[in-house]
Structures are given as structure tokens and as C-alpha cells.
């Protein structure tokens, strides 16, 4: 039976989980966190990673957790209106399925067949490639042979780091960061999400299902973020000093939140995912950077093909390079734009933007410009023809 070692827990370490066990190899899965991780922001399925959860027999389910976001309403620094869109932020389809991240990877936990071996609050330390796989030595748990060994550990992957080289190599930050939390619902909303824009920072409310609590992202233009955790209140608490709305009490509730995330928003790019044996698969070998709501898509995509390839049991795994190249490059270059104007640069190009937002619902054609802004983002996320699964 063909052994398989995956680092990382999340979205794309459990699909490829789910996939592996179904073709029938052992899988083991070793996380850092000392349990499947909860929270975290508003992802999407859409485009070619909606066909993969529908392969997986999850799309319905996904569909029951998601946020179930009614609309999105800008708001200026008094908090006053100015303009609301349907749906959630990002949405760009009604058939597409938003949902927590933490909320999918749990949802991708409990699809995995029985079998599986988690070990959780581990982490690869070392690992000694040889011609048929690898050797890996994890921080608490001894060494053991594998046929393969995957990192799925994010984009500052620790397998990526052993078996390809140091994070500088590959990740290439693109001038800004997400602090994102959980907050009590102090501003009443049910099923929707409000965003006001300032020059060079974003802050997003949003609830989830129910009206409780709500999740917080906070956008900022600078350098990646400090390691320091009090560095890194410092620095978003700079970042937005002087914000209007209501911010000031969301940087005052940051300070207490215990699922504080705060990530730079990068890409991580490399000429291939694969070095003999040992693969890469979601942030840690292609991820396009959070602003493209394009990362969950392009992990469950590679979870797919990566899981197809090992099958095939040929000890090769070039196929899986070649497969998934078009597809990334296609996502990683709808980023840019997108990096580029995260926020309006000024005061003045905020306003502009807010009136633009404003009149969006009264230009004639506004469906076709709306149309025109999607059309890019729904290209890449279609960019991939799968083939058909392998027999169980």
C-alpha cells in the first residue's frame, strides 16, 4: 500500500486526504495546530473547485454552512450608507458557494474515509529524500519512511523550506496584509457585510451564519507583518490610526481576540511543485495571495490532480507540474490588478470610489460593466479542465 505523509490540516491537507484514502493508500497527516483549525475569513468555491466539491459529494453541505451573505453595504467614515451590492464581497455567481475557512476545513475533515492517521501538534523537522520517497523525521514523533511525503502547510511551508530551498526564494509579498478576528456583534447586522474604504486600508464586517459574532478583516498596505505578536498590534494599530466608522473599538477588540491572524498577502511562485517525491499543493506551492478569493479554488483543484498522480502508482509525479501550470499562472496574474488597488492611494481617491460605488446601480449597461469586472476572475477560475477521477 502506498504510504503518503501530508503536513498541514487545512483546506488543501484534507482534500488531498479525502482523495488518497479513497484510491486506497495509507495516509498519514501531521498538523502543528492541536486540532483541525477553526475561524479565519470568507473563502469561496466557485469555477472548477465547485466540480471538485461536487465530486467529493460535499457541494450541499458546503452550500448549508456557508455564510449565507444577503449583501454588501459601503459605508463612509461616519458610517453613513453609500451604495449596496448583492451577495457577498467577491461573489461573482449565484451558484457559488462562500463559506468560513475554518467552516470548510472541518466540513473537508469529516469527509475523509476512515483510516487516516492524524497526528496533531507535530510538524516535519527534517526530511532525507531517497529513490523511493522520503525519510521524515517529525519534531515529536520519531522518523518514518513514506513513498511520498506533501506539504500543505501554507505559504510558509516547512516542506517547502527542506526540500526546495528558504521562503525567500518563492514568496514574493505584494505590499499589503489582512489582520482578521472574531467580534462580538456590536453593530446589529444579520446576513450581511459592510466594508469602508480609506486611503491605503480596507475594514470588512461581516457575520457569519447567525448574528452573534462577526469576522473581521482589516486590509493595510506596508511590509510583511512583524513575528511579535505586540509588534504586530502595533503595526495595524498604526496602520489605520485616524480611521473613521467604527474601527477605533474593532483595533480595541483585536487586542483581546484569541483567534488574531494576521498574514501577509503574497504569492508564492515557483517552476515547479514537485522534487522527485516530495510535492507542494494549495498556498504552499502556488497560492495567488487571499485578495483573489482564488486560493481555496486552486487547493482543491491540486488536492485532485496531486491525489491522481500518486494513484497512478508510477513513482512520478511530473504529470501533476504539468497539469496545474496554466491554471496557476492564469490565477496568480488575475492577482495583480486586484494587489495593486486593494484600497484607494488617498482621501480623494476614496471619495471618488465611493461615488462610483454609488452610481454603479444607476449607469445604463451597469450590467455589462459588471459583467466586464468579473470577466477576468471567472476566467481563471475556470482555467482547468479535470479529468475524471480514478476507480476507488
Known sequence: MTRVLICGASVAGNALAFW????????????RAPAVRNGGYAIDIRGVALEVAQRMSIADEARRRGTDTLGTTFVDGAGRRVATLPLGFGVLDPADIEIMKGDLSRLLHEAVPD???WIFGDTVAALRPHGRGAEAELERGGTRDFDYVVGADGIFSRVRALAFGPSERYVHH????AAIFTAPNELGITRWQLIHSGAGRVASVKTDRGDREVKVTLLYGGPLPPRDRQERLRSV???????????????EVMREAPDLYVAPNAQVRMPGWTRGRVALVGDAGYAPSSLTGQGTGMALAGAYLLAL?????T?????YDARMREFVEVNQRAALRPAKGFAPRTERAARMQALSIRMLPFMPFRGLIIEAMMKEARRAAGALTLPPAAPS
Open 20 to 31: 488518497l484514502r479513497r484510491y486506497g493508500c495509507e495516509v498519514t497527516v501531521v498538523e
Open 115 to 117: 483510516g487516516v492517521e
Open 174 to 177: 505584494l505590499g499589503s496584509n
Open 237 to 251: 494599530e498604526a496602520a489605520f490610526d485616524g480611521a473613521g466608522w467604527v474601527v477605533p473599538r474593532l483595533l
Open 309 to 313: 498522480q500518486i494513484a497512478g502508482g
Open 315 to 319: 513513482g512520478e509525479l511530473s504529470g
